[in-house]
């Protein structure tokens, strides 16, 4: 269950970010725009967030980046582009921290599934739990 509702709000987050306004993803829409700030990208050598003085942006090269260069996109330029996006960045934070929540409550239930699926073959287990419960009290 929980697995699904973090994979959910990841694909929620990512269509968010898809659609991000000033987002440009057609260098024809780029034709006459003065270039405000020129934002390497984290995770990605040579690319880069070209953020323009009307709050439009892109990520260059290429103009179809993957999914996951969008978000990167959108916290390496939030310098330059919250000003122009205030509620937008709002969202995005709103979807990252579902993301982020689900995740976690995705690797509690896997450990937990694996908790109990082990218990039978290996009975020392429950012992061990028992005794990390006290360790944290």
Not at 14 to 30: E, R
Not at 79 to 89: F, G, I, N, Q, V
Request: proline letters at 5%; a neutral charge.
């Amino acid at each position: 269950m929980a697995v699904e509702e973090k994979w959910k709000a990841n694909q929620e987050k990512v269509a968010f970010t898809k659609q991000f306004p000033g987002l440009t993803l057609d260098w024809k829409a780029c034709e006459g725009k003065a270039v405000q700030a020129v934002v390497a990208l984290t995770g990605k050598q040579g690319a880069a967030v070209l953020v323009f003085t009307d709050g439009s942006f892109t990520i260059v090269p290429p103009l179809a980046p993957e999914a996951w260069e969008f978000g990167q996109a959108l916290i390496d330029a939030r310098t330059y582009l919250e000003p122009k996006h205030p509620a937008a960045y709002l969202e995005y934070d709103r979807l990252a921290k579902q993301d982020k929540d689900a995740l976690l409550s995705a690797r509690a239930d896997k450990i937990i599934g694996a908790i109990e699926n082990n218990l039978e073959q290996i009975p020392e287990l429950k012992d061990r739990l028992k005794a990390l419960v006290k360790e944290w009290k």
